[in-house]
């Protein structure tokens, strides 16, 4: 039986091509999600903000299991991201945090390495008030490390100590 129930689901592009792999989805109908940050790039005569990918090679697709093999034959795609030997689907709350985060064009750094579990905690107050993270390491009372589960990723975000609640 195939399941008709559609998920979020974190798809790996050939390097540097996540914008060309998620046009070519959106041509197929695919509703995609390519989270994208603003840097500043120094040519030798200006700068420039430009928009790159938050998390390299990596994209989410809004499919049903059903439609699985369609995103695969999409030029572009490497593979769907695995999680336990299955396919990792993302909750939708994960996908609307990781929005909201982009929104406030906060000061976002991403750590591609796998690190160790910690403490569930609330944001309580400040530009990411609502939010429900895993704690993985305080760099300062300033600076904390979220990890966004089924991707093996973490965001470093800025915000007081203050504002931080245990779930426990």
């Known amino acids: 039986m195939i399941d008709k129930t559609y998920k979020w689901y974190p798809i790996y592009t050939r390097s540097r091509a996540e914008k060309k792999t998620a046009e070519a989805l959106e041509k197929k109908n695919i509703t995609t999600y390519l989270p994208l940050k603003k840097v500043e790039k120094q040519w030798s005569d200006r700068k420039k903000i430009v928009e790159e990918p938050l998390l ?4 989410f697709v809004y499919i049903s299991s ?13 593979r769907f991201i695995y999680f336990s030997g299955k396919i990792a689907s993302m909750p939708n709350k994960q996908l609307e945090d990781l ?7 906060a000061d976002l750094e991403v750590i591609e390495q ?13 530009p990411f008030k609502g939010i429900i993270a895993e704690l993985v390491s305080l760099r300062s009372k300033k ?4 990890r966004l589960e089924s991707l093996g990723h973490a965001i470093k975000i800025n915000t007081s100590m203050a ?3 245990s779930l426990r």
């Open 56 to 59: 390299k090679s990596y994209l």
């Open 66 to 78: 059903a439609e699985q093999t369609e995103v695969l034959s999409t030029n572009g795609v490497s």
């Open 99 to 105: 929005k909201l985060l982009l929104a406030e064009e």
């Open 114 to 126: 796998e690190l160790e579990v910690g403490e569930k905690v609330l944001i309580k107050a400040g």
């Open 143 to 146: 600076s904390i490390v979220l």
């Open 163 to 165: 504002f931080i609640e």
